[in-house]
C-alpha cells in the first residue's frame, strides 16, 4: 500500500471496509452453490434460498461501496492504486449483475433457470477478479510481505 493513498485514508473507514467487504462475497459465492443445485435438481428450496442469499448479499454490499467510493474517488484521488480503482468498477458491475439476478430470481420457478446460474456466476467471478487484483497489487507495490 503506498504511503500516499494510506495518509487520507480513516482508520475507522478502513476497519469498517475491511469487516463488510467480505460478506457479500460469501453470500454471493452461496448463491451460485444454489443455484447450480437449483438448476440440477428442481427443488424449490434451493431457488427461494438462493433468491433470499443474492438479496442479503446486496444488502450488504452497499455499505462497504459507498465507503470505498470516499475512500477511492473522494479522500485519496490522487493517490489510489489503479488496482483500488479497478475493483471499485468491477464491484459495481458485480452488484449491477446480481441486481438484475434479483429480477430474474422473482420469475416462476423454471423461468429463471439459466439466467440465475450465469448472472451469479458473472457476480462471483467479477468480485474475485477484483479481490485478486487487490492482492497482487499491493504484494507487488511491497504493501504485504511475508517472511
Not at 487520507?8 to 451460485?32: M, T, W
Not at 434451493?46 to 473522494?74: D, E, H, M, Y
Request: glycine share 6%; aromatic share 10%; charged share 10%.
Amino acid at each position: 500500500m503506498s504511503s500516499r493513498a494510506a495518509s487520507h485514508r480513516s482508520i475507522v473507514a478502513s476497519a469498517i471496509y475491511g469487516v463488510l467487504n467480505p460478506i457479500p462475497y460469501g453470500f454471493f459465492v452461496a448463491a451460485l452453490v444454489f443455484d447450480i443445485l437449483y438448476a440440477r435438481t428442481a427443488v424449490m428450496l434451493w431457488g427461494k434460498g438462493a433468491a433470499w442469499l443474492v438479496t442479503i448479499g446486496l444488502l450488504f454490499a452497499v455499505i462497504p461501496r459507498l465507503v470505498n467510493l470516499a475512500q477511492v474517488w473522494i479522500t485519496s484521488r490522487h493517490g489510489a492504486l489503479r488496482a483500488d480503482k479497478l475493483d471499485f468498477w468491477l464491484n459495481l458491475v458485480a452488484i449491477v449483475a446480481a441486481i438484475v439476478n434479483a429480477f430474474v430470481h422473482s420469475r416462476d420457478a423454471y423461468g429463471m433457470v439459466p439466467a440465475n446460474v450465469w448472472l451469479s456466476a458473472c457476480t462471483v467471478l467479477l468480485l474475485s477478479i477484483g479481490h485478486v487484483l487487490i492482492v497482487v497489487e499491493y504484494t507487488t507495490a511491497g504493501g504485504v510481505t511475508h517472511e
